[in-house]
């Protein structure tokens, strides 16, 4: 009796509470500066999210560095101006496939504070440079004025500890192309918990 009352017990809360989600798959990028924890929206963002990962897996950031920064003071912030921290250029020999662009009002990822991002030219040309935001950049999404053809870019997860990190990055030495002079090394990206 004991065993069917459990049975039916569990069976209730399984009916209410459904399966266990899938969580998220999170990285940590660890630099010459510090390290940056950041969750990646799989579930929101799924081919941005995927290809970002096949990057990290097979260890094609390791090595390459943060390369630019834009900010409010910086010598050729637009006139919309963004405040970003860019990195992970693999190089053309390692760069894979380019992916569509899952834009921001479908995706429902803003460029908020912390929130990383795939750099791009043209709409469906991002490879594997990524950026992370420094405070709430709108104009970076969907219907936002930085780029000129208004589809923003592909935000894909966020920061969950390190801002600080980026935040020093952030505030680093450029030169007037905005490339941070010396660059910052990107040692690793790693999922956590393989």
Known sequence: MRTAFFLVIAGIAFSTFGPAETENPRVVIKTELGDITVEIYADRAPLTAANFLKYVDGKLYDGTVFHRTVTLAGPRNQPIQIEVIQGGQVGREKSLT?????????????????????????????????????????????????????????????????????????????????????????????????
């Open 98 to 194: 380019a992916i569509p662009l899952e834009r921001t009002n479908l995706t429902g990822v803003k460029h908020a504070d912390g929130a990383i991002s795939m750099a791009r030219g043209g709409a469906d040309t991002a490879t594997s440079s990524f950026f992370l935001c420094v405070g709430d950049q709108p104009e970076l999404d969907f219907g936002g004025k930085r780029n000129p053809d208004g589809q923003g870019f592909a935000a894909f997860g966020k920061v969950i500890a390190g801002l600080d990190v980026v935040r020093k990055i952030h505030r680093s030495p450029v030169n007037e192309g905005e490339l941070l002079t010396p660059p910052v090394k990107i040692l690793s990206i790693a999922r956590i918990g393989e």
